[in-house]
């Protein structure tokens, strides 16, 4: 079990909370907080429209999730991500930024984030980080895709994680 302390101190020290988190296996956990990660879910996805849906679907009483929901999250393993980081130099024309993001879409590419910085001389330096999990072609055939965009003055890797 990893157990992880998170203080939150004022700015002379002092301690204002201090919590521990625990990393648990899923079969050893309580069916209520099983449930109440499944409730968390399935309003983020959308597959419900409200919290009283969703607990009515799964037998849990809204009391139960209103007591855990604040205190129990899915656990994400960001190593399961093929994620690439990429840097764009584009002018700064109307529609390029759009171009650059259908060109990755049509080659399914999930978009993580974007950073924009401000034009400077006529251009902007973009980075994107990219999940390439179910991109249709590799990675070299996509950054020459980009590169050949109108509008791209430069495009290239700057990590892999």
Not at 81 to 100: C, M, P, T
Request: proline letters at 2%; charged letters at 20%.
């Amino acid at each position: 079990m990893s157990v992880v302390w998170n203080q939150i101190s004022t700015p002379k020290g002092q301690i204002i909370m201090s919590k521990r988190y625990f990393l648990v296996r899923e079969d050893i956990l309580p069916e209520s907080i099983l449930k109440t990660v499944q409730v968390k879910e399935m309003l983020a996805s959308g597959s419900v429209a409200s919290v009283s849906e969703a607990v009515e679907k799964l037998g849990l009483a809204r009391s139960t999730y209103y007591k855990y929901r604040d205190g129990v999250h899915a656990f994400f393993d960001a190593k399961s991500l093929e994620i690439i980081n990429i840097s764009l130099l584009l002018k700064h024309i109307s529609g390029i930024l759009s171009g650059v993001l259908n060109c990755i879409a049509s080659y399914r590419g999930n978009v993580l984030t974007i950073n924009q910085n401000l034009p400077l001389n006529g251009v902007a330096l973009v980075t994107i980080a990219l999940s390439i999990d179910e991109l249709s072609i590799s990675v070299e055939e996509l950054m020459t895709h980009l590169a050949g965009l109108n509008g791209v003055v430069r495009a290239e890797i700057i990590g892999r994680g």
